[in-house]
C-alpha cells in the first residue's frame, strides 16, 4: 500500500512539473512572437537610441534634405560615409524649413559599425540649426 501511495505522489508530482515546464515554455513562445512581429518603425527607434546611448561623437556635413530624408557625409579613420536617416517620425526635432540644415552638424556614430549613425534621435540632436539660421 505504501508502495502505490509513493507511487501516485510522485506521479503527481510529474504531471505539476510537466504543467509549469509547459506554461514556461508557451510564455517563450507568445515573448518571441511579439519580438518578431514587432513594428519596423519600432525597430529603428531602438536602433537610434542604442546609438545614442553608446555612440562616439563625430563631425557630419549635410549634403540634401528632401520631406521624410537626410542625406549627408562624414569620415571616420580616414573612411569617408555616405549615409541617410529617416526624420518622418521625428518631425518635431526638425525645423520647418528643413533646407536651413544643410551644412555642418554633429552625429553619433557606433564604434563596432561606423556606417551605423545618426543625427537625430528622440533624446539628442547635433542639428545646428540657430547658428546656421543666422548665417542665411
Known amino acids: 500500500m505504501k508502495i502505490l501511495d509513493a507511487f501516485r505522489a510522485s506521479t503527481s508530482l510529474q504531471v505539476v512539473l510537466l504543467l509549469v515546464v509547459s506554461a514556461a515554455l508557451a510564455a517563450l513562445a507568445v515573448t518571441i512572437s511579439f519580438r518578431i512581429r514587432r513594428n519596423p518603425s519600432d525597430k529603428e527607434?531602438?536602433?537610434r537610441l542604442a546609438v545614442n546611448l553608446i555612440g562616439r561623437l563625430g563631425d557630419a556635413t549635410i549634403t540634401d534634405v528632401d520631406e521624410n530624408t537626410v542625406y549627408y557625409e562624414y569620415?571616420?579613420?580616414?573612411?569617408?560615409?555616405?549615409?541617410?536617416?529617416?526624420?518622418?517620425?521625428?518631425?518635431e526635432h526638425i525645423p520647418s524649413d528643413p533646407e536651413?540644415?544643410?551644412?555642418?552638424?554633429?552625429?553619433?556614430?557606433?564604434?563596432r559599425n561606423p556606417a551605423?549613425?545618426?543625427?537625430?534621435?528622440?533624446?539628442?540632436?547635433?542639428?545646428?540649426?540657430?547658428?546656421q539660421a543666422t548665417r542665411s
Open 116 to 131: 551605423n549613425s545618426i543625427l537625430v534621435c528622440e533624446e539628442w540632436s547635433g542639428l545646428r540649426v540657430g547658428s
Open 75 to 91: 569620415m571616420v579613420g580616414g573612411v569617408v560615409y555616405t549615409a541617410s536617416q529617416d526624420i518622418s517620425q521625428l518631425r
Open 100 to 111: 536651413r540644415l544643410i551644412g555642418t552638424v554633429s552625429l553619433k556614430y557606433s564604434l
Open 45 to 47: 527607434k531602438r536602433r
